[in-house]
């Protein structure tokens, strides 16, 4: 019933920048906490950030923490992903997800408890 659609993703130069957007439709999702995941090729699936849709707390996986920033539209339903100082690493197909529900401590990292889930956009890094 929630419908989630990344964009903006695309091929950057390590230390270049990109935002990804992540459209949410469809059933009200005000109740959600949504988070970004990534899975780089050949490798498991791994949560990057996460925002609830009021008040002003944010997560971050440790590896991204003062490179990335996730944000909010409310009015647009929509959750970017700001993501600066990119490295090769970084390369990933991103995923935007909605969980149900308060979420909080080890909760935001656990693929299983969310909801919906994004088709996913590329990222790739060059050095």
């Known amino acids: 019933q929630v419908q989630l659609v990344e964009s903006g993703g695309g091929l950057v130069q390590a230390g270049g920048s990109l935002r990804l957007s992540c459209a949410a439709s469809?059933?009200?999702?005000?109740?959600?906490?949504m988070g970004w995941f990534r899975q780089p090729p050949g490798k498991e699936r791994e949560f990057v950030a996460g925002i609830r849709w009021s008040g002003t707390s944010t997560y971050y996986a440790e590896s991204v923490k003062g490179r990335f920033t996730i944000s909010r539209d409310n009015a647009k339903n929509t959750v970017y992903l700001q993501m600066n100082s990119l490295k090769p690493e970084d390369t990933a197909v991103y995923y935007c997800a909605a969980r149900s529900g308060f979420t909080y401590g080890n909760m935001w990292y656990s693929q299983g408890l969310y909801d919906y889930w994004g088709q996913g956009t590329q990222v790739t890094v060059s050095s």
């Open positions: 469809g059933r009200t999702v005000s109740n959600y906490a």
